[in-house]
């Protein structure tokens, strides 16, 4: 069992950067795979970036590459997401999730354990 707590969420203009931060409490954190999803008013969740549970890969949406990075600290049983030159488009509750499969995967129905979302607003 794993229990995911979002923070870092907040109003930001365009252009501005956040970091968000995912906490892990339970056992072996290690041993998951997290990620990052978001969903905004009206529209399906949509995935955002995940990190594999070494930390050795990640994959992005094409629509924020370049922009936000994934980033894990495995002693400290933590998972961050820094973004940066927000766009108003970026607007959505993000969610923080963890599955512990040997495939990385993009896809939310995988994913076995979620936070309660923290709300990001970009201001144009």
């Known amino acids: 069992q794993v229990q995911l707590v979002e923070s870092g969420g907040g109003l930001v203009q365009a252009g501005g950067s956040l970091r968000l931060s995912c906490a892990a409490s339970?056992?072996?954190?290690?041993?998951?795979?997290m990620a990052w999803f978001r969903q905004a008013p009206g529209k399906e969740r949509e995935f955002v970036a995940v990190?594999?549970?070494?930390?050795?890969?990640?994959n992005y949406v094409d629509s924020v590459k370049g922009r936000f990075t994934i980033s894990r600290d495995n002693a400290k049983n933590t998972v961050h997401l820094q973004m940066n030159s927000l766009k108003p488009e970026d607007t959505a509750v993000y969610y923080c999730?963890?599955?512990?499969?040997?495939?990385?995967?993009?896809?939310?129905?995988?994913?076995?354990?979620w936070g309660q979302g923290t709300q990001v607003t970009v201001s144009s």
């Open positions: 999730a963890a599955e512990a499969s040997m495939v990385v995967s993009r896809r939310a129905e995988v994913y076995d354990y």
């Open positions: 339970g056992r072996s954190f290690s041993n998951y795979n």
């Open positions: 990190i594999s549970w070494s930390g050795g890969y990640t």
